[in-house]
């Protein structure tokens, strides 16, 4: 637990004072006790309840300051709550094909705007994460709803060498899974030893499945979107990365941009035919229990998140809790006048 106002705690020195004050008043009150004309009065007053139940009040009213000044500090504390929440990432291709003009005016600029369209209308409880992929995977943006930072994160884009479909599918992986620690070391960023040789490593990429694997498709509460031309020139397989997501219970909802006939792309001041390989794509939705969509509009994304069914997680979040010290702090003070009132009918 931390204080926002740290200084206010300065007013726990005020504690001493009025405990030194409670003593004096109860020195005073015992030379009082003896204009008694009968000592075996004040016996009786003083008998053994009477002894501590008068200091039960003012312990209350001293407990309840204590409490109302750690109030007025404002603590915070870090809490394991439950909330309901979606999570879908968004893994875009920014490879250099993207820019193909089968679909107008480019694949990316369609891509961007399908995207844009897509979290303008976010549910309350639904977050969004963006992945970019070329030759290696990045997240560009974590897991949230405010939809200023997600349409930003896509205007951001920037194109670049080589496709690597497994690697936004394993960055996306890790980014809903942090805590399990999945490789992107050798998975994802150590794709780019396969650029050297411009063409994709032929050593088979070892998948490691989650402890207790589950069923394709069964995780409701999170997917993952790939928006890409489909067509894999480096990193893992993208059967071995949805396999990955498949054990994991993950639909992975692909999204491709182009045409199966093709179309061309200005590459480095040439102009290459691109083909779009639409197979893979549907490949990797079907591995997972998911869907293709193709050329996508903004009303077939909605559909992914609309498929998608809320759950309560558990989530660790830093809370002010000022809240529960000052009802506490008024508790105590509403105990002590009620028991002044009934055992001395005075507060």
Not at 76 to 91: E, N
Not at 105 to 117: M, S, V, W, Y
Not at 314 to 330: D, G, N, P, Q, S
């Amino acid at each position: 637990m931390r204080f926002i106002w740290l200084e206010a705690l300065v007013l726990f020195l005020l504690m001493p004072v009025l405990v030194a004050l409670y003593l004096h008043v109860l020195r005073r009150q015992k030379r009082a006790a003896v204009r008694f004309a009968s000592l075996d009065l004040v016996r009786e007053a003083m008998s053994g309840a009477a002894r501590w139940r008068r200091h039960v009040p003012p312990a209350l009213f001293l407990a309840a300051l204590a409490v109302a000044i750690l109030a007025i500090a404002r603590p915070s504390a870090v809490l394991t709550l439950p909330s309901q929440q979606r999570t879908i990432m968004m893994a875009i291709d920014v490879s250099l094909s993207m820019r193909a003009t089968d679909v107008q005016p480019n694949r990316l600029a369609a891509a961007q705007a399908a995207a844009k369209a897509f979290v303008q209308d976010l549910p309350a409880d639904l977050r969004v994460g963006i992945v970019s992929f070329a030759g290696t995977a990045l997240l560009i943006q974590k897991p949230t709803s405010n939809r200023e930072d997600l349409v930003a994160a896509i205007e951001r884009l920037v194109l670049d060498r080589h496709t690597a479909i497994g690697s936004g599918i394993i960055m996306s992986l890790a980014t809903l899974f942090p805590e399990e620690g999945i490789d992107l070391e050798s998975l994802v960023l150590g794709s780019r030893q396969s650029w050297r040789t411009h063409k994709p490593p032929e050593k088979k990429i070892e998948r490691k499945p989650p402890a207790k694997p589950v069923p394709p498709g069964s995780n409701a509460s999170s997917a993952i979107v790939l928006l890409t031309d489909g067509r894999r020139t480096t990193g893992p397989d993208p059967l071995e990365a949805a396999r990955m997501a498949a054990d994991r219970g993950i639909r992975v909802f692909t999204v491709g941009f182009g045409s199966a006939a093709g179309g061309p792309a200005l590459v480095e001041g040439y102009s290459i035919y691109m083909m779009f390989d639409e197979e893979s794509l549907k490949a990797i939705a079907q591995v997972t229990q998911a869907e293709y969509f193709h050329a996508a509009s903004a009303d077939e994304l909605k559909k992914i998140y609309q498929a998608l069914s809320s759950k309560f997680v558990l989530a660790k979040e830093e809370r002010e809790i000022t809240a529960f010290f000052a009802a506490l702090a008024a508790l105590l003070v509403l105990a002590a006048a009620t028991l002044s009132l009934l055992w001395f009918n005075r507060l």
